[in-house]
């Protein structure tokens, strides 16, 4: 099996160890960092869709994806799939290598469901429900399979199938690799003591963060957009250049398979910035664009907001907490189809963010939204701060720090065919500096108590050097920032939610020790 990359700077394959006689998964194979230099972890039977560096490129030209196979004949091995998510992705397959061998585990004697027998042999059997990732509808129906006669049946019906839609030509999705995970990361990097879930546009109540982690990341092609943007770069004005806070990070990542034959266009002032969005507009994002001329009116008129700050972003960010590919009345259901349906798993409590290329063209500098910089000039022909009526023949406003800004500087873009967007990224809201400043190691409970298992923040620092800061935190936090207490419902399942014993929080976590939500929320 072709190794997972380590989390080193200069990253490498990990090597595969085997869990001790000691561990409650004894004899049980993860993967881990060659050099002990950084605190990668997997176990090998973990599936990922971000796995490894880039793989052979798939029939269709897309890159392709390692996943690992859960059937019964193959259990565990990895093979190389197609990396599109949506529709449109070829039925690509190969095995990472020939030479494999399927592990040796013991043999489990079936737990026959009494009540249940064979239609055919009249034989007890085992009743099972089909996974809730299954893309032929069939999620979630009950079934058996006789050891004795092989018959196989459904117990429940499937449920009904939705009528068609009407399909939007445009967006391809494919999931993103390793490598390119981390350029983007590089993106979204917020250096330790910055402010997160703060400021007037946050949106959102959260636990206590300070990063935000690129857990799964989606390259956005739209040749209709695309073929749009190029059009508008050709008759763009010429203005003078804007750097910007992300030019390093920017610059890396320009150098990705996907992104190298198609360089930024310094004449047409081209810059990578970053919005944020919710998740019930991003299925019609996706296809239809970023269209200022239905965004809401903002400080600096009715366009297109864009940062150069993750921590900008960040504020404007609301959760998607669950997988619904399966609810076809929920508002989420297309996007989850499109993003999830081929392998890729919804992280659970993410945000998502797009990275965009964007034409600036010739830019006007304001502190006020009225006035340009170091001028009495008006930012707008009229005070009605239209699409169509910046001054000056520009086609995009800076907003600097300074009056209305305090914090961040703002790009605000007035014309949709100016932005092409690169990337969808998929974030969580992760803590992960310790108290030294320096990213915490993530251990896990390993003493036979009701929290093993769970998993704790300890400094990276070895234990008994002076620069240890001594920081522990044990995950996950409720929103008042202690450790989540576990609490046991009625059913018997145990969930996570607010430790303290008084003035507590309405923090709930249903995914915790045991628990799924039960649909609602007891009172404590």
């Not at 196989?152 to 490598?179: K, M």
């Not at 006035?371 to 600097?400: H, I």
């Not at 320096?438 to 251990?443: D, L, Q, S, Y």
Request: proline letters at 7%.
């Amino acid at each position: 099996m072709k190794a997972p990359l380590c989390f080193c700077s200069h990253p490498g394959p990990c090597v595969k160890q085997t869990a001790g006689a000691a561990s409650r998964n004894a004899g049980k194979d993860y993967w881990c960092c060659a050099q002990w230099q950084c605190h990668k972890f997997a176990w090998a039977d973990q599936v990922s869709t971000t796995l490894s560096a880039p793989g052979p490129p798939c029939w269709c030209g897309m890159p392709t994806a390692m996943v690992i196979s859960g059937t019964a004949k193959n259990p565990n091995r990895p093979y190389w799939r197609c990396a599109s998510t949506s529709s449109s992705g070829c039925s690509f397959f190969k095995w990472e290598t020939e030479d494999w061998q399927p592990p040796q585990s013991p043999q489990r004697t079936p737990d026959f469901s009494p009540g249940h027998k064979c239609g055919q042999c009249k034989k007890p059997v085992e009743v099972k429900v089909v996974a809730a990732s299954n893309n032929k509808g069939n999620a979630g129906r009950r079934y058996y399979k006789c050891v004795c006669c092989d018959k196989f049946d459904f117990l429940t019906d499937a449920a009904p199938t939705p009528p068609p839609t009407a399909q939007t030509p445009g967006s391809v999705e494919y999931v993103v690799d390793e490598i390119t995970r981390r350029q983007l990361q590089e993106l979204f990097h917020i250096p330790f003591g910055a402010e997160l879930g703060t400021g007037r546009d946050n949106r959102e109540r959260s636990t206590p963060y300070d990063y935000l982690h690129v857990e799964c990341a989606w390259r956005v092609a739209n040749p209709q957009r695309q073929k749009r943007f190029k059009d508008f770069c050709r008759g763009c004005p010429r203005g003078e250049a804007v750097e910007t806070a992300l030019w390093d990070a920017q610059e890396k990542l320009m150098t990705s398979a996907s992104l190298r034959d198609r360089p930024l266009d310094h004449g047409s002032n081209q810059v990578l910035l970053l919005h944020g969005t919710k998740p019930e507009h991003l299925y019609d994002i996706l296809f239809e664009g970023l269209d200022p001329k239905v965004s809401h009116k903002g400080l600096f008129g009715r366009g297109t907001y864009l940062a150069e700050d993750a921590a900008k972003v960040d504020q404007y960010l609301t959760m998607d907490a669950e997988w619904r590919g399966s609810k076809p009345e929920h508002e989420l259901h297309q996007l989850h189809k499109q993003l999830y349906e081929r392998g890729v798993k919804h992280g659970n409590q993410v945000f998502y963010a797009l990275v965009c290329r964007v034409a600036l063209g010739k830019v006007l500098k304001t502190k006020d939204g009225k006035t340009r910089n170091g001028s009495s000039k008006r930012v707008f022909k009229d005070s009605s701060k239209r699409v169509s009526k910046l001054a000056g023949g520009a086609t995009s406003l800076l907003a600097e720090l300074g009056c209305k800004i305090r914090r961040f500087r703002e790009f605000v873009v007035f014309e949709p065919a100016a932005i092409c967007i690169e990337y969808l990224v998929a974030l969580k809201r992760v803590h992960h500096y310790c108290t030294c400043g320096e990213p915490a190691a993530e251990r896990t409970v390993t003493k036979q108590t009701e929290n093993f298992g769970r998993a704790i923040l300890v400094c990276s620092k070895p234990q008994g050097d002076p620069k240890n800061c001594g920081f522990i935190q044990m995950l996950p936090q409720c929103y008042c920032g202690r450790s989540a207490g576990i609490a046991t419902k009625r059913d018997g399942e145990k969930y996570y939610r607010c430790g303290a014993t008084k003035d507590w929080c309405d923090f709930r976590d249903w995914n915790g020790p045991g628990g799924r939500d039960p649909g609602s929320k007891r009172s404590r």
